[in-house]
């Protein structure tokens, strides 16, 4: 019967080297005249071989082998007859794959009787099957290294995104903890703000009153320095008098009269003197403890100012945490963008392989039908050539009679 599956016919040098190479040799010194004479156990021993590599490479076989023994159990004498249910099995997975490959027709006498024309074709076919599908898993090898690789570097970027998810987690549980403390301390600075304005405002109203103080301060010197200058002028004033004194008692009492009525005016004058003094050192005293309690309260100012400033740099930490969050998330929405391009990839690559597989099917779907067409013409053209070859067989009997 014909075949479907379009290959080169190998000669049986190179089918004996390709069972070598590829490890399908049932002995270790076959040679091409055991392919170009083929013995009864050649395909069975090599057919054996290749289906346990390349059909059933795990040598998973249970189900037939519990078939076997079912089978064996059914007849009378099981001994006799289990070679020949292996052979038939054998038969029927060979055949099984042959037609998977485009070549039907693999006979029980292909196996048990080969002919050395036939096995030749049986054994090219399969050569040729493994030549091709050697050479499309060479093409599609690299697809395969690039999914890989893609498999790798995906598989490391959600290692990544994970050990960013932990930072966030951690992140935001210590933002978490810390909030207690955070809105403790903005309310102690809010407080702080309110302190501070009130300090502001009384700060404003003492220097006011020193202000006030101090005016009075000058007023009160310029006073003193105005009764000293009337001090020193009363001194002149008397001097001149004591030398404008006379021997006449009348003048002299007149000028005693005067001097005491001018020693009470200075008495006088000197008690005001002493009092505005008296005055002025109470008012300096009170300008002193003024600026004591000013002096203090500029101190708890600046203490506040310094918890303030303290308050400030813990806001400005807050914030840098949140911009530091805030880039973090951004820095993971980049990553799930790119995981997401890598899988968009990946699917792309799967689409090409399996288009890939479509293009090549369809190429030996192609070619099969093209085979079977030309075979169908050939073997219309034998059919026609046959009633010619008889005609001229008759023609040179007649010839020769």
């Excluded at 054998?90 to 050395?116: V, W």
Aim: charged share 30%; with cysteine.
């Amino acid at each position: 019967m014909a075949s479907n599956f379009s290959f080169p016919e190998m000669t049986p040098a190179q089918i004996a080297e390709a069972l070598h190479a590829y490890g399908f040799a049932p002995t270790a010194n076959l040679s091409a005249e055991d392919i170009a004479n083929p013995q009864p156990e050649l395909l069975p021993r090599v057919f054996s071989i290749v289906l346990a590599s390349v059909v059933n490479p795990t040598g998973e076989d249970d189900l037939d082998q519990q078939l076997g023994f079912d089978t064996l159990a059914a007849l009378d004498n099981p001994e006799h007859h289990a070679e020949a249910i292996r052979i038939l099995r054998l038969h029927c997975k060979a055949q099984t794959f042959l037609e998977s490959i485009q070549f039907p027709g693999f006979t029980l006498r292909d196996l048990l009787r080969p002919d050395p024309r036939r096995t030749i074709h049986v054994l090219s076919a399969l050569f040729n099957f493994l030549y091709f599908r050697e050479e499309k898993l060479t093409l599609l090898q690299p697809m395969v290294n690039e999914l890989s690789n893609s498999d790798e570097h995906r598989m490391d970027l959600k290692a990544k995104i994970d050990e960013h998810q932990k930072a966030i987690a951690d992140l935001e549980l210590a933002a978490q903890m810390e909030e207690p403390m955070v809105q403790q301390l903005e309310a102690e600075v809010n407080s702080l703000k309110q302190k501070l304005v009130e300090y502001n405002k009384q700060q404003l109203a003492l220097r006011a009153k020193a202000n006030t103080i101090n005016d009075r301060k000058e007023e009160t010197l310029r006073k003193i320095s105005e009764a000293d200058f009337e001090l020193v002028k009363l001194a002149q004033e008397n001097s001149k008098l004591l030398s404008k004194i006379v021997q006449s008692p009348e003048k002299l009492q007149r000028a005693l009269d005067e001097k005491k009525s001018t020693r009470a005016e200075l008495k006088n004058s000197e008690k005001m003197a002493m009092q505005s003094v008296q005055e002025k050192t109470a008012t300096f005293e009170t300008y002193s403890k003024a600026f004591e309690k000013l002096s203090k309260h500029i101190s708890k100012i600046l203490a506040l100012q310094e918890q303030v400033t303290s308050a400030k740099i813990l806001e400005k930490e807050f914030k840098a945490r949140k911009s530091k969050l805030s880039d973090e998330s951004a820095t993971i929405m980049a990553l799930d963008a790119k995981i997401v391009e890598w899988n968009g990839k990946a699917h792309e690559m799967v689409g090409r392989v399996k288009a890939k597989e479509k293009e090549r099917d369809q190429i030996i779907a192609d070619e099969n039908q093209r085979l079977s067409t030309l075979r169908s013409e050939i073997e219309w053209k034998l059919q026609c050539l046959e009633p010619r070859e008889r005609k001229v067989e008759e023609t040179v009997a007649t010839v020769r009679f």
